[in-house]
C-alpha cells in the first residue's frame, strides 16, 4: 500500500487515494482517544468531563480572559460553557471578577487548585505529544503541524494563531 511520508512530495500527495484517506481519518480517531485517555482519567475521579478540561486549558492559557473569549475559543453556547464555569467556580478551580472596564464583563482565572489541575492534565498530555514527537521525528512533527493548521476553519485558526502568536 501506497502510504505518504514526510518525504512525500506535495505534488504525490494530490493524489491520494480514498483508502489512504480513510486510514488518516481512523487514525486522527485512535490517536485522538489516546491523546484523551490519561486526562479522561484524572477528570473522572473528580467528576468533571473534556468540556472542563477544555475551559481549564484555555483559561490558564489566557488569564483574566473573558467569559466571552472563551465562548469564541472554544465554540460553544452560553448556557453550556456556563454550566461548566458554574462547577468550575463552585469547586474553588476557578474564579470569577468583574471588568474594571466594562462592569458587564467577568475576567476567568485558575485559582491555585486550578492551576495545580490543569498542570496535571497538561502533564499528561504533553508526556505522550513528547513521545510521539520524538518518535517521528522534527520533519513530522512539522508536518503535522502543517497538517492540523490547514484542516482549521479560517476563524478558528485566526485565533489559534493568535493564542499561539501569545508564546512564540
Known sequence: MNQPTAKTSPQALLFLTDEQLRIGIEAMFFAYRGFT?????????????RAHHRAIHFIQRS??????NLLTILGVTKQ???????????DGLVSSTVGTVDRRERHLHLTDAGVALERQ???????????????AG?????????????MMDEDIRGSYAALRDKTE
Open 37 to 49: 485517555s490519561d486526562p479522561d482519567r484524572i477528570l473522572a475521579e473528580q467528576g468533571y468531563g
Open 63 to 68: 488569564p483574566g480572559t473573558t467569559v466571552n
Open 80 to 90: 453550556s460553557l456556563n454550566r461548566v464555569l458554574r462547577t468550575l467556580i463552585e
Open 121 to 135: 492534565l497538561s502533564n499528561a498530555q504533553s508526556a505522550r505529544m513528547r513521545d510521539a514527537f520524538r518518535r
Open 138 to 150: 522534527p520533519e513530522a512533527v512539522a508536518g503535522f503541524r502543517t497538517v492540523l493548521e490547514a
